[in-house]
């Protein structure tokens, strides 16, 4: 049921006490002192019994001790003659109660019952703290590219400052798991980190979303209502897809930026707020700014610290890692007890451009567990689309695995993956002439 340690200086009261606790089914251990109690005190006793005046010490101030080195285990302290100040002041240095020996007694067992509960309680807490950390930490940012890897670096970098950061990339991949990131790694961990796509949302609903509106501002506004900027105050707001946000707004987002201030919708006076802001777009801000789309203001102010996330197609060397992670995941979500995948899937996995980056991989991942009746994932559970691209022509059929042309075809087509279909950037990089990979293109049938 529970271990409990009795610490008291009293033999016969210390001996009779534990006789009635084991008889109740707990696991019982003594102890006569402050020195021996700390020695018997380990990870696994739940609750402890302690004298309020001990040989070598206080109870009240040992509860302390007891805190500092083991949060979770919980303290009632016994005393002969109970006092306010003593009961006051080992209520604030952490003791689950404080109650007179004797008078009492009846009291004992049922406060071991709630005192195990609330511990229970608090590990559970601390052990989903400890996944979330684990969640979040920059060590769940899965790969060992250079490119993601400089990527992730810049992030630790920035995590312990209050610096505005902007993260740029294609769509789907890992923003907010990078804003997120950055946050529980920073001073504001323990406030909230709030997101928002300012993409999901119309002109006016973004602006109420943002700064929050008082009752009657529009049709509808039947009371005051709190922006996310104010639910994120003290912690990180995250902004994704900022391209998409319209000029005026930019205007109010830049005054909050640069003042920690602004003006709720229908109302008049000013609302300060100390946020962080991580803000994230697939645009191309500089020619947005050109184009007369985004504030040339507003975006200096948002990339004081600028970091790009690459591509997957940057980062072939990570999908197979990212791959048996997905399988895991999808794995325990279903039930299913894939073990891995076919080399010709992990080919195919490799070839193909990833437009949708990390999150499209998850999807076929997730697609193809639910699709696989073995235990290693097959060619046949890739979606349509991709198993077509990479059908074989009668050229390809006659090329051993093993054979230099495979090898050949495999390579340019990784190259041109990474330059997103740059056909002479390619050529570049292979050392070889453009008309040359232009004829092993259509040679291989290649996917350019």
């Known amino acids: 049921?529970?271990?409990?340690?009795?610490?008291?200086?009293?033999?016969?009261?210390?001996?009779?006490?534990?006789?009635?606790?084991?008889l109740e089914g707990f696991e019982v251990l003594q102890a006569q002192d402050c020195k021996s109690g700390l020695k018997k005190l380990t990870?696994?006793?739940?609750?402890?019994?302690?004298?309020?005046?001990?040989?070598?010490?206080?109870?009240?101030e040992l509860v302390t001790a007891l805190k500092e080195k083991w949060p979770a285990v919980e303290v009632i302290l016994l005393t002969a003659y109970g006092n306010i100040p003593d009961g006051v002041q080992a209520i604030k240095n952490g003791a689950f109660d404080y109650i007179v020996k004797g008078d009492d007694n009846n009291k004992i067992i049922p406060l071991i019952h709630r005192a195990i509960e609330k511990g229970n309680l608090s590990k559970q807490v601390a052990s989903l703290e400890a996944r979330l950390d684990k969640k979040y930490s920059f060590e769940g940012i899965l790969g060992t590219s250079k490119a993601i890897r400089e990527a992730v670096s810049l992030a630790e970098r920035v995590s312990p400052t209050d610096a505005t950061v902007l993260l740029t990339g294609e769509t789907g991949t890992g923003k907010e798991v990078f804003a997120n990131a950055i946050h529980q790694n920073s001073p504001r961990r323990s406030k909230n980190f709030v997101a928002i796509n300012c993409s999901a949302f119309s002109h006016d609903l973004l602006e109420s979303e943002m700064f929050g509106h008082i009752a009657g501002a529009f049709t509808g506004a039947m009371k005051d209502k709190k922006g996310l900027?104010?639910?994120?105050?003290g912690g990180t707001i995250f902004l994704d897809e900022l391209g998409e946000m319209a000029l005026d707004l930019q205007a109010k987002l830049l005054r909050v930026l640069e003042n920690g201030e602004f003006i709720k919708v229908g109302e008049s006076k000013v609302t300060k707020v100390?946020?962080?802001?991580?803000?994230?777009?697939?645009?191309?801000?500089?020619?947005?700014?050109?184009?007369?789309?985004f504030r040339q203001d507003l975006y200096y102010r948002l990339s004081i610290f600028e970091i790009n996330l690459p591509s997957l197609r940057q980062r072939t060397t990570d999908i197979e890692t990212l791959a048996s992670f997905f399988i895991k995941t999808f794995n325990a979500k279903t039930g299913s007890k894939i073990t891995g995948m076919e080399n010709a899937y992990l080919q195919m996995l490799k070839l193909h451009p990833w437009p949708g980056n990390i999150r499209e991989l998850k999807n076929v991942i997730e697609r193809s567990v639910i699709l696989e009746t073995g235990n290693t994932l097959n060619i046949n559970t890739l979606p349509f689309d991709m198993r077509s691209a990479e059908e074989a022509t009668p050229t390809d059929k006659t090329l051993s695995a093993f054979s230099l042309a495979a090898a050949e075809k495999i390579q340019i087509q990784k190259v041109l993956n990474y330059t997103g279909g740059n056909k002479a950037e390619a050529a570049r990089l292979l050392v070889i002439g453009i008309a040359t990979l232009y004829r092993k293109i259509e040679e291989y049938a290649i996917k350019s």
């Not at 990870?43 to 009240?60: A, E, M, Q, T």
């Not at 802001?277 to 789309?293: F, M, P, Q, S, Y």
């Open 229 to 233: 900027f104010e639910e994120a105050n």
């Open 43 to 60: 990870p696994d006793i739940d609750v402890v019994l302690c004298d309020v005046k001990l040989p070598d010490g206080n109870g009240v």
């Open 1 to 22: 049921m529970g271990k409990i340690l009795i610490i008291d200086d009293e033999e016969k009261l210390r001996s009779l006490m534990a006789r009635i606790i084991t």
């Open 274 to 293: 100390n946020v962080r802001v991580i803000a994230a777009t697939n645009r191309n801000l500089l020619k947005e700014i050109e184009e007369g789309h």
